[in-house]
T-cell receptor
């Protein structure tokens, strides 16, 4: 079945460092890909998404490109801030009536 | 006002008790979901509903039941709570299945 694998955390970075969180997927069709973020004490919220190969999703300085050839959707940000400290989830949705499949999440801590 | 609300936000109960967690949404979405979040395990789908008359089991439905009282309301019940059901529970909604999900703030449940 469909699955998502993302790098294990926690990830600790200094403010203004470059961030990459790796995400790879397995799917039978041509899924849509998502990154969700969960700030402390809150529910998940959509950060960005891409619906077809080579699409780039972006929001709040974060970017991810849908790479069909490597089945990847890595999350990047050029300069992280303390306020980016959160848990990040990669997810996919395949065609049809299948709900989102989530990765296990990666906790990011940014220190000043 | 929040689009997806969950009650209660926190609950401590004892083994064997019946517990109901409630979810309401004002987004007008037909699709609703219940997830469980445990440290290191990410989000796991318990049940989902495509409309009032449609209920589907997710990955970990054993020990849980649901009721879709109306388009806007989707309740999760633990008929006889056990300690390993201690977790954070999230409700979510979406307009389409393969689409962005909107999450509630979560219910932290502790079973002693």
């Amino acid at each position: 079945g469909d699955s998502v694998t993302q790098m294990e955390g926690p990830v600790t970075l200094s403010e203004e460092a470059f961030l990459t969180i790796n995400c790879t997927y397995t799917a039978t069709g041509y899924p849509s890909l998502f990154w969700y973020v969960q700030y402390p004490g809150e529910g998940l919220q959509l950060l960005l998404k891409a619906t077809k190969a080579d699409d780039k999703g972006s929001n709040k300085g974060f970017e991810a490109t849908y790479r069909k050839e490597t089945t990847s959707f890595h999350l990047e940000k050029g300069s992280v801030q303390v306020s980016d400290s959160a848990v990040y989830f990669c997810a996919l949705s395949d065609a049809g009536n299948t709900p989102l499949v989530f990765g296990k999440g990666t906790r990011l801590s940014v220190i000043a | 006002d929040a689009d997806v609300t969950q009650t209660p936000r926190n609950r401590i109960t004892k083994t064997g008790k019946r517990i109901m967690l409630e979810c309401s949404q004002t987004k007008g979405h037909d699709r609703m979901y219940w997830y469980r979040q445990d440290p290191g395990l990410g989000l796991r789908l318990i049940y989902y509903s495509f409309d009032v008359k449609d209920i589907n089991k997710g990955e970990i439905s054993d020990g849980y039941s649901v009721s879709r009282q109306a388009q806007a309301k989707f309740s999760l019940s633990l008929e006889s709570a056990i300690p390993n059901q201690t977790a954070l529970y999230f409700c979510a909604t979406s307009e389409l299945v393969a689409d962005t999900q909107y999450f509630g703030p979560g219910t932290r449940l502790t079973v002693l």
